[in-house]
């Protein structure tokens, strides 16, 4: 019984994985924790986006989304902010 809950469980995960991506976004006016707070507020209110991830040392917020988010929502999301921001990967 426990190897088939494993056995679930990884199928399961494989599953959940394929239907997420990462993006990574460049925000050069992202020099604060107050602004890594607002774009992480900001983005997440996106839907479709699962988490986020601000890093005010090198200006970036990593995203996980489902799969079929286009990356043009978040980019306007940020814009709203009245910051840039550039697609990385």
Do not use: H, P, W
Request: glycine share 2%; net charge positive.
């Amino acid at each position: 019984m426990k190897k088939l809950a494993i056995v679930f469980l990884i199928l399961y995960a494989q599953m959940a994985a394929a239907t997420e991506k990462q993006v990574v976004l460049q925000i050069k006016e992202m020099t604060c924790q107050l602004c890594a707070y607002t774009v992480n507020k900001t983005l997440r209110d996106v839907q479709g986006v699962i988490t986020t991830k601000a890093n005010i040392q090198n200006q970036t917020v990593r995203v996980t989304a489902q799969q079929d988010l286009d990356n043009q929502q978040l980019i306007e999301a940020i814009e709203s902010l009245n910051y840039s921001a550039v697609l990385q990967k």
